[in-house]
């Protein structure tokens, strides 16, 4: 057999060095990669009865030329041609626009076959593809692939030399999937579905070498990234350690609340984890108030009674203290020595808390990017947890990771990523979920209003202050200029300032110094300031149970995600929480959006809804999502091959004859391939 993936594309007939530069454009160097090379959509050319033509649309009619064409000119270049064709014993008027040329073709009782846009009460088609006698054999009945092309090279060229590769080469395309597989699920086999991808007969043949196509596409990126884990798990021995059960349990019995159900069981699983000699590499999502905290801090003490340093890595500074507040006052009767490093501090303290992480006397390390500079040294990282981690990149990650030897690394996010996509995205890691709320909490109470009762609002937040708590309003962040976003949260600031005093208001701004916000959320926890106005800094982690109101003005800016994230801020201690969502949506799917929020506090849900409606790629923003991009599959339609697919892959590493079975050759050939790749990166 030839190895396609090493054949040049230049074997192909009528491909020379010149047509191979274009191919090279979109990424075509190979025979295998011009076989791979799918079409985005088809044109129908499957000849029509007159009785079937759908008004409107696009068909295609056969028939025999009747009468002689007309031909009337407009101008020197303009022109309309006509003629009457006999279509089973239908006369059809069929008009051609600026294509005189092709009236010399025509003959009396010729057959022609014609493809346009038809119009069923004139019986008239405006043709935009015609063949004439012997050609026209050649295309009826046929869906013809539609490609996406360089300037320089047409569809049609390239659909006759994918036909002409198939010819050549079609025999020694090789079957991947284990028969097993495909008998499993009814599979066509690789040939077949690859040709039948460019050139199905009806849509059924399509619909079956889709099929095939996505699944294999699906588990064969699920089986690298399997097999990919486990041969990292078996290089990548982490430090042994020795966790001290006994006071863990103590620990944990001993914290203000029992656990739930979950927060048990994802305890275990990270200790679990710890414990082994491999390292650990979990992403642990929980919905907004769930309660990551804690298990942080657990984690930490675990990490720390094994002799160990921790790191907790924040997107902001705020976030920053605050996780230290919370940290400390859950680890307080451990005796721990915490502290904070960010960018922001003095270079005073800076240094100290550097010679303190260098020399070991700090045992939790809480900070920003800042932990990961190059003068951090650390003495003994046994840990690293990253808070919000879709909002680091994969790099930063790993920059962190590589200043200890081998430490342990949790990614908590309150971003609940729909189960298909967690494992698409961050298939290399284990996953935990915390799929329960502390007991007693009631949903925040959400409504939706139309800006035109904004004064309303205003008095429903007075209200609620003059009872003694207290509330967020929320102004959007308009990116393209500071200055605005800035006015708009200044405008409702002193809006609500004057109309509700002496009820005190803050301010909270991307332009402020970190120690003016620092100053403003010291104020609010403390109940000094009772309304906080704020663009989105608060947006992840703020912790303040007294807040019961959650005001959004412009949420329509915001995605569900978001809005979700920020109505999260409110309820968190006991009494009926609200969240005010004022926006004027003018498209469905805003009003769409707006409606979700209302319906339900489920972030799992809200998100697979936000998903739905903003599809995968924005869902989760420019190419940093680390999601794959796959050339048949749609993660968003088949996501349920996914998960079939994910089992297959995991079924067939497992096997006992997976190392010498013939039927796996081929997987074992693609996984030695794709190793053989990443060896040129590192
Ligand atoms: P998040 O998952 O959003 O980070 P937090 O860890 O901030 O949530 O927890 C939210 C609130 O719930 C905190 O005030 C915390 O003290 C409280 N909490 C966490 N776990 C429990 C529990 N098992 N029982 C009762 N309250 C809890
Ligand atoms: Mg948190």
């Known amino acids: 057999m030839i ?11 009528g491909v020379g060095p010149k047509r191979a530069e274009e191919l090279k454009k979109l990424e075509i160097e190979s025979v295998a990669d011009l076989l791979g090379y799918f079409p985005y959509r088809y044109d129908d050319f499957r000849v029509v009865d007159v009785a079937e033509a759908v008004h409107d649309t696009k068909v295609t009619l056969k028939g025999s030329i009747y009468g002689t064409p007309s031909i009337r000119w407009y101008g020197r270049k303009k022109s309309r041609l006509t003629a009457r064709i006999d279509v089973n014993g239908v006369y059809v008027k069929v008009v051609w626009f600026n294509q005189a040329f092709l009236k010399k073709k025509m003959k009396t009782g010729e057959t022609v076959v014609v493809s346009g846009k038809w119009d ?20 009826v009945g046929r869906l013809e692939p539609v490609y996406s092309v360089t300037s320089s090279l047409s569809v049609s060229w390239l659909r006759k030399t994918i036909y002409g590769a198939f010819a050549a080469f079609g025999r020694e395309i090789e079957e991947v999937l284990p028969q097993k597989l495909r008998s499993r699920y009814r599979l066509l086999d690789r040939a077949r579905a690859m040709y039948y991808l460019h050139f199905p007969k009806g849509r ?15 588990f064969l ?31 944990i019995e001993s914290l203000p609340f029992p656990l739930t159900g979950a927060q048990r069981r994802v305890v275990e699983e990270i200790v679990r984890d710890m414990a082994d000699e491999s390292r650990m590499n979990r992403l642990l999502q929980g919905d907004v108030g ?17 002799g160990f340093q921790g790191a907790m890595m924040v997107p902001t500074e705020i976030l920053a203290e605050q996780h230290l507040r919370s940290l400390k006052e859950l680890l307080a009767p451990t005796g721990m020595n915490m502290i904070l490093l960010t960018g922001g501090m003095k270079a005073k303290e800076k240094r100290e808390a550097l010679s303190q992480i260098q020399m070991g006397l700090a045992d939790v390390v809480v900070g920003t990017h800042a932990l990961i500079q190059e003068d951090v040294i650390y003495r003994s990282l046994g840990l690293v947890i990253t808070d919000e981690q879709h909002r680091f990149g994969v790099r930063q990650r790993s920059k962190l990771r590589e200043k200890g030897e081998t430490p342990d690394v949790l990614h908590m996010t309150a971003t609940p990523i729909p189960r298909t996509l967690a494992i698409t995205a961050y298939g290399d890691m284990d996953v935990s979920v915390i799929d329960e709320m502390p007991a007693g909490r009631q949903p925040v109470e959400t409504y939706w209003v139309k800006s035109d009762v904004w004064s309303r609002v205003v008095e429903f937040i007075g209200k609620v202050c003059r009872t003694g708590r ?16 800035l006015q708009n949260a200044q405008a409702v600031f002193e809006e609500i300032a004057e109309e509700l005093a002496p009820i005190r208001v803050g301010l909270l701004h ?15 926890a403390a109940k000094e300031i009772q309304i906080l106005v704020s663009t989105t800094v608060v947006e992840v982690g703020v912790n303040v149970p007294n807040a019961t109101v959650m005001v959004i003005y412009d949420a329509d800016r915001f995605g569900l995600a978001q809005l979700h994230q920020l109505r999260g801020r409110v309820g968190r201690g006991g009494g009926q929480a609200t969240c005010v969502l004022v926006a004027d949506p003018r498209s469905e799917t805003g009003i769409e959006r707006m409606r979700v929020m209302c319906e339900t506090t489920d972030g799992f849900e809200i998100s697979q809804k936000d998903l739905e409606l903003r599809g995968p790629g924005e869902f989760f923003g420019v190419k940093q999502s680390g999601l794959p991009e796959f050339k048949v599959a749609d993660l968003l339609e088949d996501f349920k091959v996914l998960e079939l697919a994910r089992a297959d892959a995991a079924e067939i590493l497992e096997a006992t004859d997976w190392e010498e079975a013939p039927e796996y050759r081929p997987l074992r050939e693609y996984l030695d391939r794709f190793q053989k790749e990443q060896a040129k990166f590192d």
Not at 120 to 139: I, M, P, V, Y
Not at 221 to 249: C, I, N, S, V
Not at 510 to 524: F, L, N
Request: proline share 3%.
């Open 204 to 218: 059924e043949e399509g619909v079956q070498a889709r099929r095939r196509m996505v699944y294999e596409e699906l």
């Open 510 to 524: 991307g332009r402020m110094s970190p120690a003016e916000k620092d100053e403003v959320m010291r104020s609010y």
């Open 120 to 139: 069923a009460h004139r019986l008239q088609l405006t043709a935009d593809r015609t063949w004439f006698g012997q050609e026209s054999e050649k295309h």
């Open 3 to 13: 190895d396609l993936a090493h054949t040049p594309v230049t074997s192909v007939p």
């Open 470 to 485: 207290q509330a967020y309003v929320i102004c959007p962040l308009i990116e393209e200029s500071e200055k605005s976003d």
């Open 290 to 306: 769930s309660g990551k905290t804690v298990v942080a801090a657990i984690a930490l003490y675990a990490n720390w009674l094994s």
């Open 221 to 251: 990126y699920e089986l690298k990234l399997l097999w990919h884990r486990k041969q990292e798990k078996a290089a990548d021995k982490g430090m042994t350690r020795r966790l001290d059960h006994e006071k863990l349990d103590r620990f």
